[in-house]
């Protein structure tokens, strides 16, 4: 059972093609007074899902309660990588991620879900967890550049993800070297509880609108 105080939240905008030259700009200037924390670097995800897509279904549908599970690495695409499984669960408005280190993975074009449910098997990953997913199936891989900033309370985090790229991992085909670029951007808030009080003036500060974007989603669009 994950504690209800874990959970925090996620705002999101798409960034206009027309503002995505100035948008350090537009971070430097927001009244949270946000400094860059930590180097850019690629984020890579293989997101998986029961055979009848449920958890894309619930992310469409928006349902109150849903969630992704995901493969997630860092750096270059293809290599010997040391990859995390990600759960990231909504509740409503906010929600939480639990995330478990799994051993080292050899992603390259012939990767499939057998090389996957094999090191699932050698992880330490808890049993309710590790039932699961064994269930599921590779679905969609995407991959791009994040920004991370922090406000000067502390208190609120900004990313500002680019350069995002889909392609075809269905189930137990290889990944296909044809991809999808996505022509969004996106920034994301992400703070506790607690703090939706002091965020106003961050949100409204921003030239462009709050929206529901999920990653996942847009990949199959």
């Known amino acids: 059972v994950i504690n209800k105080e874990c959970y925090r939240y996620e705002r999101k905008f798409i960034v206009p093609l027309s503002l995505s030259h100035n948008i350090i700009y537009l971070i430097s200037e927001n009244p949270g007074n946000f400094s860059e924390i930590y180097e850019e670097r690629q984020i890579n995800n293989i997101y998986l899902d029961t055979l009848n897509y449920d958890f894309l279904k619930d992310n469409i549908n928006g349902n109150t309660t849903r969630k992704k599970i995901r493969l997630r690495w860092y750096g270059s695409l293809y290599g010997n990588v040391q990859p995390t499984l990600e759960i990231k669960i909504k509740s409503g408005l906010v929600g939480t991620k639990i995330s478990f280190k799994l051993p080292s993975l050899n992603i390259n074009q012939d990767i499939n879900i ?98 529901r974007n999920s990653k996942y989603v847009n990949g199959f669009h």
């Open 114 to 211: 057998q090389d996957f449910r094999s090191i699932l098997k050698s992880s330490e990953l808890p049993k309710n967890i590790l039932s699961e997913v064994l269930l599921l199936d590779f679905t969609l891989l995407n991959s791009y550049s994040r920004k991370y900033f922090l406000s000067s309370c502390k208190k609120i985090r900004l990313t500002y993800d680019s350069n995002l790229y889909y392609y075809n991992i269905k189930n137990y085909n290889n990944i296909n070297l044809y991809s999808i670029k996505d022509p969004s951007n996106i920034i994301e808030l992400k703070y506790d509880q607690k703090e939706d009080n002091i965020v106003n003036k961050i949100l409204i500060s921003f030239p462009f609108r709050m929206s």
